[in-house]
């Protein structure tokens, strides 16, 4: 067993952020704790807050597990991550409307042109192009690890459409729903004007053609998507429609929604399909879920797309061992939240360190995500190493390697009481003509003990996460 | 309003208003069951009943001649292959509001995905433990519960008229459907006359309806052919009458055509009104003496023609 942080407990002593908390903890009788349990499972059925899963068979809508212990942090820490944070989404808006306008990063040698220009997720259609305010990824989402009491990590970025916000807004408002005493007696960070900042933020980046108040729209591939509820739950909250591709149409350098009232027009797009699925006659022409022309539109200043289409040129496992170089590229600045040490195997000396230590490592695709495609070392069985070697070996450019990262531990109800489990750390930044963060984020903790997994897909679940005021 | 919206919201009114029609078919069907008639006799019932509910041969598909209890309450209750099911019925009408999510308040959105949640869990159940009364009332009860829900706390906007033309529109088909797979009981025919089966047949209609003690009320004395058309047909009290149903389909497309102003098409509701007017023009032994076939066939299609044009003014998303 690696040597992890608790952020509890420091020794014996109850550390000052949980110190309100273990003693709710010790006077919470068993059967109390099971009914609480159950009350939050059944509000997350009845609000519906699932996330849909078809043609897996089984029941559509899953629940992801919810664990009532909340995760805190205090106002020192949680600052130092902002300034961290907000730094880092301004990097790498600085490197996106440079590598789609004169590449000087490129340029001077401190990226290698192949990993931005052959990058799938380049998109040629943006280049020279500038969005509104010269911001391409409005809402970046980091993940972020802790190893120690001043020892953070970014995990990684995700600048294209990151999700999980609901689920931070929904945990928040169960437990103050649950457990209002704990909420007058604790000092808690607000986090629900979330999407008021929102949407402030997309209000400031109104296409040059907008006049007056623009509308706004958010863009889903549909009910049947994963993440559904997450995009319906924030158009209620902001206001606006909850559009798919087949409401919208392109006619005279606009784009209009189809109303009971006739056409719309949409200023600003939130869109929630990824890049190729956006315009049939731009990108895949099989794509049922876009709107034909809506690129040209964007282009000539008739529309906003957030985040730009492209913008996940910025956020792949190859292109993210850059970010600190970027940093001080753009902002003159050291990075406050540090890089996980990574290893890229298409280097020679990188690939034969991988492949000789492979057992204490953990490797990953640099298009994979949600946990799979990857192999755990130090949790892997001799043979589940060597048929993973065999699968680097065919193709060394799509993998990366990064230690085995001892992530911290955040108390966590179990059925035998409660129980150390380690989570990371999702906030989400935004960036409009400020850059914005609410005090909070979504922690995701791997329920099964010993698990660094933190994935919904594979067993993770949520839980509150506080930020303390003074 | 997005028009796919207003088109989920109106094919929600009509899924919720289905399944309560599907429930009390379930409630007659289960009870002509009961009948001490010949077996042929409750056949010809209960085939009527499926017609009117437009699956006759999709029920035989699926369970051949065999008119058990049990089939009866798999068909109509939780069949996911009958798409008129109370099952299907409201599983489409929570999937239509989950994707309306926006557009409905949370008290609305809470009873139609609890009434989802616990016709799952009723699903789950062994069917020993279900009994006729069980499901009919389930579907009364979480149907009163969305109605209320929407009654009490739903914006007077357009998606609240869209989403009651649904259900009015569906109840005028309905009713009109069930008379005219029935109508020949409501003709006079002097055999049957005395004999008392056209009374028990009256019932039916009656029950299958929700009317029967409604007509009592409203009528009294004794049951009659005229009452009993007269009562599903003209009278404005009688809450499925066509009358009512439509009335309450044209109250709703006023609502619509007065929101919108004259930049917006409004077929739909000057058809609504010519069909109003014809209705009323008539009195029901001018009903009996026209046909009582041909006039519910004049009605359906008139009901059909108003849906098309709700579909084409607002639903259909003009460029």
Request: proline share 4%.
């Amino acid at each position: 067993m690696m040597n992890c942080y608790n952020e509890m407990l420091e020794g014996d002593r109850v550390r000052e952020p949980y110190a309100m908390l273990s003693e709710w903890i010790e006077t919470m009788p068993v059967e109390i704790r099971q009914m609480k349990q159950a009350e939050a499972e059944a509000l997350f059925r009845r609000i519906g807050i699932t996330f849909a899963v078809y043609g897996e068979g089984g029941d559509p809508d899953r629940l992801i597990p919810f664990d009532m212990m909340p995760r805190v942090f205090l106002q020192a820490e949680w600052r130092r991550l902002e300034r961290g944070i907000k730094q880092r989404a301004r990097a790498l808006n600085a490197f996106l409307r440079d590598v789609y306008g004169r590449a000087e990063i490129v340029r001077a040698g401190r990226i290698p042109a192949r990993l931005v220009y052959q990058n799938d997720a380049y998109e040629k259609a943006m280049a020279n192009f500038t969005p509104p305010r010269g911001v391409y990824s409005h809402i970046v989402g980091i993940d972020i690890v802790r190893t120690g009491r001043d020892e953070f990590y970014v995990l990684e970025d995700n600048c294209r459409t990151p999700s999980g916000v609901s689920y931070m807004l929904e945990n928040r408002e169960i437990m103050m729903r649950m457990f209002p005493a704990l909420f007058r007696n604790n000092r808690i960070e607000p986090v629900d004007q979330y999407p008021e900042l929102l949407r402030r933020t997309l209000v400031s980046v109104a296409p040059r053609k907008c006049e007056g108040p623009p509308t706004i729209v958010i863009l889903t591939p549909g009910h049947y998507n994963s993440a559904y509820y997450e995009h319906s739950f924030l158009a209620n909250l902001m206001g606006v429609e909850l559009v798919e591709g087949s409401d919208l149409f392109v006619d005279g350098g606009f784009v209009y929604m189809r109303t009971t009232q006739g056409p719309k027009r949409v200023d600003v797009i939130y869109r929630r399909i990824d890049d190729q699925f956006l315009d049939p006659l731009c990108f895949r022409r099989d794509s049922m879920l876009g709107v034909p022309g809506l690129m040209d539109v964007y282009r000539s200043g008739g529309v906003s797309i957030t985040s730009a289409p492209g913008a996940g040129v910025a956020d792949d496992k190859a292109v993210y061992t850059f970010v600190p170089e970027m940093i001080r590229f753009y902002l003159g600045e050291e990075p406050i939240l540090r890089n996980v040490q990574t290893w890229t195997l298409w280097k020679d000396e990188d690939y034969r360190y991988v492949m000789a230590n492979l057992k204490d490592l953990v490797v990953k695709e640099v298009h994979g995500s949600g946990g799979y495609g990857m192999l755990i070392g130090p949790r892997a069985s001799k043979a589940e190493i060597e048929s993973f070697a065999e699968r680097i070996k065919a193709s060394p450019g799509n993998y990366i390697a990064q230690p085995t990262l001892a992530l911290s531990t955040s108390p966590t109800f179990v059925n035998e009481g409660v129980a150390p489990r380690h989570v990371d750390l999702r906030p989400f930044c935004l960036c409009g003509d400020r850059i914005e963060l609410v005090p909070g984020g979504l922690t995701r903790v791997a329920l099964r003990e010993g698990s660094l997994v933190v994935n919904s897909s594979q067993g993770g679940g949520v839980k509150d996460t506080w930020v303390l005021t003074e | 309003m997005l028009s796919r919206t207003a088109a989920n919201l109106f094919w929600m009114g009509r899924h919720l208003e289905r399944a309560e029609t599907a429930a009390r078919l379930l409630d007659v069907g289960a009870r002509i069951t009961l009948l001490p008639n010949t077996e042929e006799g409750y056949r010809n019932e209960w085939d009527s009943l499926l017609r009117a509910s437009g699956a006759s041969t999709a029920f035989a598909e699926h369970y051949g001649d065999e008119i058990t209890q049990e089939n009866i309450e798999s068909w109509l209750f939780f069949d996911h292959a009958n798409p008129s099911s109370v099952a299907s019925c409201i599983e489409r009408a929570r999937e239509g509001g989950r994707i309306v999510r926006t557009a409905l308040t949370s008290q609305v959105w809470d009873a139609l995905n609890t009434a989802y949640q616990e016709l799952r869990s009723l699903e789950r159940r062994p069917r020993s433990q279900l009994d006729t009364a069980m499901l009919t009332d389930f579907t009364t009860r979480h149907g009163s519960t969305v109605r209320g829900a929407i009654n009490a706390t739903q914006l007077r906007n357009d998606g609240w008229h869209f989403l009651n033309l649904g259900y009015s529109l569906e109840r005028a088909d309905a009713t009109a459907r069930l008379l005219d797979v029935k109508y020949y009981v409501l003709l006079p025919q002097v055999e049957f006359v005395g004999s008392g089966l056209d009374n028990y047949q009256w019932q039916v209609i009656l029950r299958a309806l929700s009317a029967h003690r409604a007509f009592h009320w409203a009528y009294g004395g004794d049951v009659t052919a005229m009452k009993v058309a007269d009562f599903l047909i003209l009278n404005g009290e009688s809450p499925r009458s066509l009358l009512t149903s439509l009335y309450e389909a044209v109250w709703h497309l006023d609502g619509l055509v007065r929101r919108y102003g004259e930049g917006v098409p409004a077929t739909a509701s000057v058809r609504a009104h010519e069909t109003m007017k014809r209705l009323l023009a008539r009195n029901i032994d001018e009903i009996f003496d026209e046909g009582l076939h041909e006039f519910l066939t004049w009605f359906i299609s008139e009901v059909a023609s108003i849906s098309t044009a709700v579909h084409d003014d607002y639903l259909s998303g003009r460029m």
